[in-house]
């Protein structure tokens, strides 16, 4: 049985958030848990915004807060990599060209959704190819910095907005990323965030692929992109309910606020009955969730043993009502998400 823990190593999407206290304090803490078990995690880092907290170093004296919360990040990073953690790539669009404006950042909202981005950059938007291309160029220049033979081969897209298109595919396959792990199955937005899995299959692990999708003439075989979606349920309000998800929802309201909204078609998800609303959240899932959760694995891996349970948690939610302790000894083992992907032919289809 494959377990994976995924991180996602970001702040707010507003763009807002304290350092230490949504990110640099509470991943020392999961730090301490891996390692007192000997787990390993991937970490999708948000290189976006980690890059531009970095660049602020040069910019702010060494006793401000801007200049600590740089070097902290920067040490982190290193240190997550010393420790033989799996670091990937994880992108929020709207983090592209931010500005730090009187102590705040400013970003574009209207670029939230990696999915509504066209395939290349226009005058108006980035494009999906160039915002891989650049994060992952970013993410493989400093993680070799310590680790010199790294390659980025996994995306994250922010918000699971990784979209239904072959746009996204052929952006990802481009640039040399084979593995995704956005796609929450029965999960439907069209609000802020766009996306509609509301048909994508929860049971196999490889969700995209297409004889269309052409290799280089001295491959003979069809490239493909694996897809590891994250385990989903439905539930109701009370069995939702967790002194961790109240806790976190009061502690960062004010950072979750985004002024912006898109102005979309009136659609709704076309199989209702497919909808589902919960994943398997290592910081805010409650006990009937986690119960529920059980149950899916097992029947799930009635239908396939090797079938990959992959867990998500944010530093950010993470607080003394989590059962981020509690999950991470429930399970026997885990291996990253690069480690699992190297167990597999990612090119024959």
């Given at each position: 049985?494959?377990?994976?823990i995924?991180?996602?190593?970001e702040?707010?999407?507003?763009?807002?958030g304290?350092?230490f206290?949504?990110?640099?304090?509470p991943t020392y803490?999961?730090l301490?848990?891996?390692?007192?078990?000997?787990?390993?995690?991937?970490?999708?880092?948000e290189?976006?915004?980690?890059?531009?907290l970095?660049?602020?170093?040069?910019l702010y004296?060494?006793?401000s807060?801007?200049?600590l919360?740089?070097?902290?990040?920067?040490n982190?990073?290193a240190?997550?990599?010393?420790?033989g953690h799996?670091?990937?790539?994880h992108?929020?669009?709207?983090?592209?060209?931010?500005e730090?404006?009187?102590?705040?950042w400013k970003?574009?909202?209207?670029?939230w959704?990696?999915?509504?981005?066209p395939?290349?950059?226009?005058?108006?938007?980035?494009?999906?190819?160039?915002?891989?291309?650049?994060?992952?160029?970013?993410?493989?220049?400093?993680?070799?910095?310590?680790?010199?033979?790294?390659n980025?081969?996994?995306?994250?897209?922010?918000?699971?907005n990784?979209g239904?298109?072959?746009?996204s595919?052929?952006?990802?396959?481009?640039?040399n990323?084979?593995?995704d792990?956005?796609v929450c199955?029965?999960f439907f937005?069209?609000?802020?965030?766009?996306?509609?899995?509301?048909m994508?299959?929860s049971?196999?692990?490889?969700w995209h692929c297409?004889?269309?999708?052409?290799?280089?003439s001295?491959?003979?075989?069809v490239?493909?992109?694996?897809?590891?979606?994250?385990?989903?349920?439905?539930?109701?309000k009370?069995?939702r309910f967790?002194?961790?998800?109240?806790?976190?929802t009061?502690k960062?309201?004010?950072?979750?606020n985004?002024?912006?909204?898109?102005?979309?078609?009136?659609k709704?998800?076309?199989?209702?009955?497919?909808l589902?609303?919960?994943?398997?959240d290592?910081c805010?899932?409650?006990?009937?969730?986690i119960?529920?959760?059980?149950?899916?694995?097992?029947?799930?891996?009635?239908?396939?043993?090797n079938?990959?349970?992959?867990?998500?948690?944010?530093?950010?939610d993470?607080?003394l009502f989590?059962?981020?302790?509690k999950v991470l000894?429930?399970f026997?083992?885990?291996?990253t998400l690069n480690e699992?992907?190297?167990k597999?032919?990612?090119?024959?289809?």
């Amino acid at each position: 049985m494959t377990n994976i823990i995924t991180i996602d190593y970001e702040l707010f999407g507003s763009g807002k958030g304290c350092v230490f206290k949504h990110l640099i304090d509470p991943t020392y803490k999961m730090l301490k848990a891996f390692d007192k078990l000997g787990t390993k995690a991937t970490f999708f880092i948000e290189i976006l915004e980690v890059e531009k907290l970095i660049g602020l170093k040069e910019l702010y004296p060494e006793e401000s807060n801007e200049y600590l919360g740089a070097v902290a990040i920067e040490n982190q990073i290193a240190e997550l990599i010393k420790q033989g953690h799996d670091i990937q790539l994880h992108l929020h669009p709207q983090w592209y060209n931010a500005e730090y404006i009187n102590g705040q950042w400013k970003l574009n909202h209207q670029w939230w959704s990696f999915s509504d981005l066209p395939e290349r950059s226009t005058k108006g938007s980035p494009g999906k190819y160039e915002l891989l291309a650049l994060g992952k160029e970013m993410l493989e220049k400093r993680v070799r910095d310590v680790d010199p033979n790294y390659n980025c081969t996994a995306f994250r897209a922010g918000g699971y907005n990784v979209g239904n298109s072959y746009e996204s595919v052929n952006a990802l396959l481009d640039n040399n990323i084979y593995c995704d792990s956005s796609v929450c199955p029965g999960f439907f937005s069209n609000s802020l965030s766009n996306y509609d899995f509301t048909m994508a299959p929860s049971n196999l692990p490889y969700w995209h692929c297409d004889d269309s999708i052409i290799v280089p003439s001295d491959k003979k075989s069809v490239r493909r992109l694996l897809e590891l979606p994250l385990l989903t349920i439905s539930v109701n309000k009370l069995q939702r309910f967790s002194l961790a998800r109240v806790f976190s929802t009061i502690k960062n309201r004010q950072y979750k606020n985004v002024p912006y909204s898109h102005n979309r078609e009136d659609k709704s998800a076309q199989n209702i009955e497919m909808l589902k609303n919960s994943n398997f959240d290592m910081c805010l899932s409650s006990s009937m969730e986690i119960t529920r959760f059980k149950v899916a694995i097992k029947q799930r891996r009635i239908q396939d043993p090797n079938y990959p349970l992959v867990l998500i948690a944010h530093p950010k939610d993470l607080s003394l009502f989590s059962p981020f302790s509690k999950v991470l000894s429930q399970f026997n083992s885990f291996m990253t998400l690069n480690e699992y992907t190297e167990k597999m032919d990612l090119v024959e289809c």
